[in-house]
C-alpha cells in the first residue's frame, strides 16, 4: 500500500514546498500581461481607482469621512481635557491625554489622505464634525469624568474601526490595512485609560 500524496506532504516539508511550487506554475497568478497593461491605460486620471477595486469610491469615501471626523472630533476632546485637567494627579495623566489626541491628529491625517486617494474630499467642516463623528465630544469637570468619557469614546471607536475592516475586507485592502493599524492603537488607548480609571 502506497502512502497518499496528503501524507506523504503532511511528513515532508520539502515535498509540500515541490507541490506548492508546481500549482503555482500551473495556474497563472496574473491576468494576461497584454491585457493588464491595456487595462492601466484606461482612465488614468482615476489613478489608483483600477477596474480590479471593488467597491463603490463614494461609499468609501463617506465612510471614511465619518471615521475622519471621528478622529477629528477626539483630538479636539482629548486636548480639551489635557489643558483642563486639574488635581493631584493630573499632571501624568493630562500629558497622556496630549500623546492620545496627537495619535488621534495621525489617524485623522492617514485617513484623509486615503480619502483623497479614492477621489474623494476630507470633510472637515468645524460646524459637521460632530453630526458625522461616531464619538461625542464632552466637556467634564473632573479628571474621573474624563478618563471615562475618553474610554467610552475609544471603545465606540473600537466597535466602528471593527465594522469598517470587514466591510472594506478583500474589496480594499489598502485601506483594510490602515484601519487595522488604527484600531490596533485605539485599543492600546482603551487598555491605557481602563488603567487609569482603575
Known amino acids: 500500500?502506497?502512502?497518499?500524496?496528503?501524507?506523504?506532504?503532511?511528513?515532508?516539508?520539502?515535498?509540500?514546498?515541490?507541490m506548492a511550487s508546481q500549482q503555482a506554475e500551473d495556474s497563472p497568478f496574473l491576468t494576461d500581461v497584454q491585457a493588464l497593461r491595456e487595462r492601466a491605460r484606461q482612465h488614468i486620471e482615476d489613478g489608483v481607482l483600477t477596474a480590479g477595486y471593488g467597491l463603490d469610491p463614494e461609499v468609501a469615501v463617506n465612510i471614511l469621512n465619518a471615521a475622519l471626523a471621528t478622529e477629528l472630533v477626539c483630538t479636539l476632546r482629548y486636548r480639551q481635557h489635557a489643558f483642563v485637567a486639574t488635581g493631584i494627579n493630573s499632571e501624568p495623566i493630562a500629558a497622556e491625554f496630549l500623546v492620545h489626541s496627537n495619535e488621534e491628529l495621525g489617524h485623522a491625517d492617514q485617513i484623509a489622505r486615503r480619502i483623497v486617494q479614492l477621489g474623494g474630499s476630507p470633510e472637515m467642516d468645524p460646524a459637521r464634525l460632530t453630526g458625522r463623528s461616531h464619538a461625542e465630544y464632552v466637556t467634564c469637570d473632573t479628571l474621573k469624568e474624563m478618563i471615562r468619557e475618553n474610554l467610552i469614546a475609544e471603545r465606540i471607536a473600537i466597535e466602528s474601526y471593527r465594522e469598517m475592516i470587514r466591510f472594506f475586507g478583500d474589496r480594499d485592502p489598502t485601506t483594510r490595512h490602515m484601519l487595522i493599524g488604527i484600531l490596533a492603537t485605539e485599543e492600546e488607548h482603551a487598555d491605557e485609560l481602563a488603567d487609569l480609571l482603575s
Open 1 to 18: 500500500m502506497t502512502p497518499s500524496t496528503k501524507d506523504m506532504t503532511k511528513a515532508n516539508p520539502k515535498a509540500r514546498t515541490q
